[in-house]
């Protein structure tokens, strides 16, 4: 079975800095991957996907994730982080037969001013 | 587009009622919805995969008569919660596969749910 590992439960970084949000999967064959934000007591908004093709895929709001085969892993960078990306965010896995999606536990982004 | 509406957000209900959480696709046709519940600072977890026309997929460890999935059109999936306890209060989303351009995976905007 799949399975998603977010190492980091919780990073705080100031405002302007770069940010990396770690995501690891175990998969066992080419999976698709995304990454979602949820601000409190809302939905998840799809940040990017990885379906195939270039591995270093562009999101929505200056977000990007590189895929990175040889070390499972599909982590989301941003060069430059505002306020507003403090929430929630979630990296996921699409699994075979239901189709559902395998989430990872989470990392809450604070963002210092 | 892919859109899907989750209603309500926010109900407050009493020990051994029951409360009905709807999903709508309003610009797509989900033949497949999906359901789960999200735990305070906790991640999301699949209780039940609905099918339009046929029996819900439940995860194990999911009562199915507690937690009873319709699925009768192709852009409405329900979720009942029946005979709540304050143990059901919890955060629940529904989310759909969105098939055209690998478009991926589009989610309501949840429902809080408090059994009192």
């Known amino acids: 079975a799949q399975s998603v590992t977010q190492p980091d439960i919780h990073i705080t970084v100031s405002e302007g800095a770069s940010l990396e949000l770690r995501c690891n999967y175990s998969?066992?064959?080419?999976?698709?991957l995304f990454w979602y934000v949820q601000s409190p007591g809302q939905g998840l908004q799809l940040l990017l996907k990885y379906f195939s093709g270039d591995t270093l895929v562009q999101g929505i709001k200056g977000f990007e994730a590189e895929f990175k085969r040889s070390q499972s892993s599909f982590n989301l960078r941003k060069p430059s982080v505002h306020w507003s990306d403090a929430a929630e965010y979630f990296c996921?896995?699409?699994?075979?037969?239901?189709?559902?999606?395998?989430f990872g536990s989470g990392t809450r982004l604070q963002v210092q001013p | 587009g892919a859109v899907v509406s989750q209603h309500p957000s926010r109900v407050i209900c009493k020990s051994g009622t029951s409360v009905k959480i709807e999903c709508r696709s309003l610009?797509?046709?989900?033949?497949?919805m999906f359901w789960y519940r999200q735990f305070p600072k906790k991640s999301l977890m699949l209780m039940a995969t609905?099918?339009?026309?046929?029996?819900?997929?439940?995860e194990q460890g999911v009562e199915k008569d507690k937690f009873l999935i319709n699925h009768a059109s192709l852009t409405l999936s329900t979720l009942t919660v029946t005979s709540a306890h304050p143990e059901d209060s919890s955060f629940y989303i529904c989310s759909a596969r969105v098939q055209a351009l690998n478009y991926g995976y589009t989610f309501g905007s949840g429902t809080r749910l408090t059994v009192v």
């Open positions: 610009d797509f046709q989900a033949t497949t």
């Open positions: 998969y066992g064959a080419t999976p698709y």
């Open positions: 996921a896995v699409e699994g075979t037969g239901r189709r559902a999606l395998t």
């Open positions: 609905s099918n339009e026309g046929s029996k819900a997929t439940y």
